[in-house]
Nanobody
């Protein structure tokens, strides 16, 4: 059973930090590029960040560049998204996604084959 499970979300004040985790089961992530996406209330799903299978290349949306950091630990079959200096506009449901047997990075939603269930991140006073 192929599964991705996000964890680490919650409520923080603006300026705070959260670290999201995406744990894979049923397959090994070492051959898969991973993306993080988010969907804010009233908006479509937005690509946030991606990382190649080896972790050698990462990419960020302009809205999070310099504040978010994506990383992976293939030995733990887990990908992380460190979110710093959170803003109210970062409030959204965050999803991780994996490309099937593809290592290259993409922020295009349709490029991904496996999706987690999503986890709420709220930055609010």
């Amino acid at each position: 059973q192929v599964q991705l499970v996000e964890s680490g979300g919650g409520l923080v004040q603006p300026g705070g930090s959260l670290r999201l985790s995406c744990a894979a089961s049923g397959f090994s992530l070492d051959a898969n590029a991973i993306g993080w996406f988010r969907q804010a209330p009233g908006k479509g799903r937005e690509g946030v960040s991606c990382i190649t299978s080896s972790g050698a290349y990462t990419f960020y949306a302009d809205s999070v560049e310099g504040r978010f950091t994506i990383s992976r630990d293939n030995a733990k079959n887990t990908v992380y998204l460190e979110m710093n200096s959170l803003k109210p506009e970062d409030t959204a449901v965050y999803y991780c996604a994996a490309r099937r047997r593809l290592a290259s990075c993409s922020l295009i939603e349709n490029a991904y084959d496996y999706w987690g269930q999503g986890i709420q991140v709220t930055a609010s006073s």
